[in-house]
Every structure is written in C-alpha cells, then in structure tokens.
C-alpha cells in the first residue's frame, strides 16, 4: 500500500491485496474486473438473453472506477508527458471517446438507445468497448515509455481500486479500509444503495460517525439496526427504505 500523500509504501491491512504502485498495474487490475463483468454480459447474451443485472453491474464499475480512473490519468500523464503534445492530445480523444461509449451503454441499460438492441448487438458493443479499453491504456502505457514515466493514481489520494470489491460486498468490514478515506467510500456505497437494499456493516469500533454522516445526508432514507454493540465489535444493518429511495447520480 502507498502513502496517497507522501508516496512512501505503509504495511496492507490484513486479508487486502496491497494497492498497485505503478500505472501498468491500475490498468492491468481495471482490464481483469472490467473484464470479468463483461464476461457476465455477454455469457447472458450469448444464450439470447437480455443481461440488465449484469449490464448495471458492468457499468457501475465503468462509472465508478474507470471514469475516475481517466481523470486522474489526465493530471498525471498531462505533467508526465508535456513534451509530447502530440501523443497527448490523442489521449484527450481517447478519453472523450471512452466516456461516450460508456454513455451509449448506459442508455442502452435504460432503454434510451432510440431503439432497444437485440443481445446479440449488445454482446458487439461490450466486446468493441473491451478492445478500445485495451487499445487506450496500451497507449497510454507507450507514452510513459517516452518520458520518465507515472506512478499509479494513488499518488494522488485516489481510492485504491482494490476496495471496488470490498465496498460492492453485502457484508463490508471496516477494518479492511484504512482510515478517512475509507469511510468516505463506504458511504458513498452506502448512498449507491437500491430500493430495500441492505448492507451490513462490521467494524472493530463503533460505525455510527458514518451512519449518522449518511442520515445527514439523506434524513429519513435508512433504517439503522445493530446487530451487535461492541465493545470489542460492532455489527450494523443498513436498509435503503422503499419511500425514501432517489437513485445516485452513480447508481
């Protein structure tokens, strides 16, 4: 794991992959989970069914950790690279490309596509989608090359994409995610939450700074029940209530 402030490795908490320390390795991670869900997608459509879950499964990490993933790259590669405009002006493009097909997809999971496509045009624009991200951080990998190279976009204070699948858990442990950080991306899954969905949290000490930051942030819309008060444990169920429910920009 590495220090988002002062770039310096710090031990990995126990059970957790240790966050990747170079570019090649972000994209390495983000080609394998994008991967996996695309995967999901298309053994759907391949049987000539109509894969929402998967899609909404899909897109979610495409949003959540691939678009950010792209804005960080620019900060970096942009003061890494400033002797190869060329290069990175192309990336600018790649970019902006990246974010409208991962559009397109969206609109075609809410059916907002003009016309709603068969599965099997569906499975095309996953697998085009795969190969443009493959084609995009090769680039992006060349252009590093060039110059003195990047480290990963945890310098920047980046959530490490290893807790993807930590906060995406039914059940997520606390301990597991370090510090600030981890808290606020806890709640910003907490905030993701469908109608009815259910999280339980478990945490060495008492959670409830983080339930009271997300009652605060959305009065009334979580139900909040301890399963287990410490001292050495704590066991919280978190509920989105049906009433209350307002999808996130995210979701």
Not at 49 to 66: A, D, K, S, T
Not at 72 to 80: I, S, V
Not at 117 to 142: G, K, N, W
Not at 220 to 230: A, D, I, N, P
Request: charged share 25%; proline share 7%.
């Amino acid at each position: 794991m590495t220090d988002a402030t002062q770039g310096t490795p710090v031990p990995a908490e126990p059970g957790v992959r240790a966050p990747a320390t170079t570019l090649h390795e972000e994209h390495a991670l983000l080609k394998r989970e994008v991967a996996s869900r695309a995967q999901a997608v298309l053994s759907e459509t391949d049987e000539g069914r109509w894969p929402q879950q998967q899609l909404q499964e899909l897109l979610n990490y495409l949003r959540l950790e691939v678009l950010q993933q792209v804005v960080d790259e620019e900060w970096l590669l942009f003061r890494a690279a400033h002797h190869a405009p060329d290069e990175l002006a192309r990336l600018r493009r790649d970019h902006l490309e990246l974010r409208l097909a991962i559009d397109v997809l969206a609109q075609v999971a809410a059916g907002g596509s003009g016309q709603r496509l068969s599965p099997r045009q569906l499975s095309a624009t996953t697998c085009d989608l795969l190969v443009q991200l493959e084609e995009h951080f090769a680039a992006e990998e060349q252009l590093t090359s060039i110059g003195a190279g990047a480290p990963a976009t945890a310098i920047l204070g980046a959530q490490p994409h290893e807790w993807y699948s930590l906060i995406s858990a039914p059940v997520i442990d606390l301990d597991q995610l370090a510090g600030e950080q981890g808290v606020d991306a806890v709640l910003g899954r907490l905030l993701r939450l469908g109608r009815s969905e259910r999280v339980e949290i478990r945490s060495g000490g008492d959670p409830s700074p983080l339930w009271q930051r997300l009652v605060a942030a959305d009065p009334g819309g979580y139900g909040v029940e301890y399963l287990e008060r410490g001292p050495g444990r704590w066991h919280v169920a978190i509920t989105r209530r049906p009433e209350h429910w307002t999808p996130h920009p995210l979701a």
